[in-house]
């Protein structure tokens, strides 16, 4: 009964990473950061419930496991940072001519 909620726990940490990049990715190109907030938020509470359903101990509290993993991986995914784009190659035939 543990193995579904270490998975539970590893999908809001996978997930909280990539949207947490996603929302990096939305606020640095100043676009809505609703879409990977929602997204993510939507699979936490899916992956909470289902943990609530499955805990098998007395005190009931898994859950809280998954609620921090999910948070904590959302802001370090927000907070990773990402490499800076490369300018493109030249070519032979971009390159600056001697005079």
């Known amino acids: 009964m543990t193995l579904p909620l270490l998975l539970c726990t590893l999908i809001a940490l ?3 990473l990539h949207f947490g990049h996603r929302f990096a ?3 640095r190109a100043g676009r ?10 939507a699979i936490a509470t899916a992956l909470i419930v289902l943990t609530v359903l499955l ?8 859950w809280l496991a998954v609620a921090a993993a999910s948070l904590i991986s959302l802001a ?5 940072p990402t490499p800076a784009a490369r300018p493109a190659a030249l070519g ?4 600056p001519q001697a005079a």
Request: hydrophobic share 40%; proline share 6%; aromatic share 4%.
């Open 76 to 80: 370090l995914g927000a907070l990773w």
């Open 25 to 27: 990715q939305a606020h």
């Open 55 to 62: 805990d098998p101990t007395d005190t009931g509290l898994l």
């Open 92 to 95: 032979d035939s971009e390159l």
């Open 14 to 16: 996978t997930s909280g």
């Open 32 to 41: 809505s950061l609703l879409p990977a907030v929602t997204a993510h938020g």
